[in-house]
């Protein structure tokens, strides 16, 4: 069975810096995408970038290029979000998704439960 | 990138109800539009993708249709535990866009 198991709520200031995880397992973990998706408190979902293990090949959304790192340690099937200096305007909740590889295109076919993170100015 | 929106923005419904949601996109993606689920405090579930393709596990109470630039998400019959948020997302083109949702809620 798939599972995305990410990594617990954040509590940090502004001006920190923070990484979260999601860690694959159920799956062939190198050879499928994982991506992140953000959503602010009340809002809905954006699209954050992607990452294939097997090369560490990454993508980013344009919104979020230059504002965020997305890594991965392919060796213990795990992704990584991570902001060098963090905003207040980055609390939000933060879930990674595995891309399918029997659809066509972008499309997730499982989701992370998520990591809640909340910047203090 | 390709802009997707989705109508209405809520909706007000009962138990037993048949819903129709709608999505367009800014361009032609063929059949590449995908529906997820979110409830309350929860992580988005896949539902459907390819337009018409429901995920694993999905009651067939959901079906979607469209193609081009106009979809549809359609429940057949509403079940207490169908009331969530819906989003569709293009999963043509990168980044991968998602509507704005649609919040459906009990009548």
């Known amino acids: 069975e798939v599972h995305l198991v990410q990594s617990g709520a954040e509590v940090k200031k502004a001006g920190e810096s923070l990484t979260i995880s999601c860690k694959g397992s159920?799956?062939?973990?190198?050879?499928?995408?994982v991506g992140w998706v953000r959503q602010m408190p009340g809002k809905g979902l954006e699209w954050m970038g992607i990452?294939?293990?097997?090369?560490?090949?990454?993508r980013y959304s344009p919104s979020f290029q230059g504002q965020v790192t997305i890594s991965v340690d392919k060796y213990i099937n795990t992704a990584y979000l991570q902001w060098s200096i963090l905003k207040a305007s980055d609390s939000a909740m933060y879930y990674c998704a595995r891309r399918s590889n029997d659809a066509s295109g972008w499309y997730s076919d499982f989701w992370g439960r998520g990591t809640l993170v909340t910047v203090s100015p | 990138d390709i802009q997707v929106t989705q109508s209405p923005s809520s909706l007000s419904a009962s138990v037993g109800d048949r819903v129709t949601i709608t999505c367009r996109a800014s361009?032609?993606?063929?059949?590449?539009i995908a529906w997820l689920q979110q409830k309350p405090g929860k992580a988005p579930e896949s539902l459907i993708y390819a337009a018409s393709t429901l995920q694993g596990g999905v009651p067939s109470r959901f079906s979607g249709s469209g193609s081009g630039t106009d979809f549809t998400l359609t429940i057949s019959s509403l079940q207490p535990e169908d009331f969530a948020t819906y989003y569709c997302q293009q999963h043509n083109s990168y980044p991968p866009t998602f509507g704005q949702g649609t919040k459906l809620e009990i009548k």
């Open positions: 990452i294939f293990p097997s090369d560490s090949d990454t």
């Open positions: 361009r032609d993606i063929g059949n590449y």
């Open positions: 159920g799956y062939d973990f190198i050879n499928y995408w």
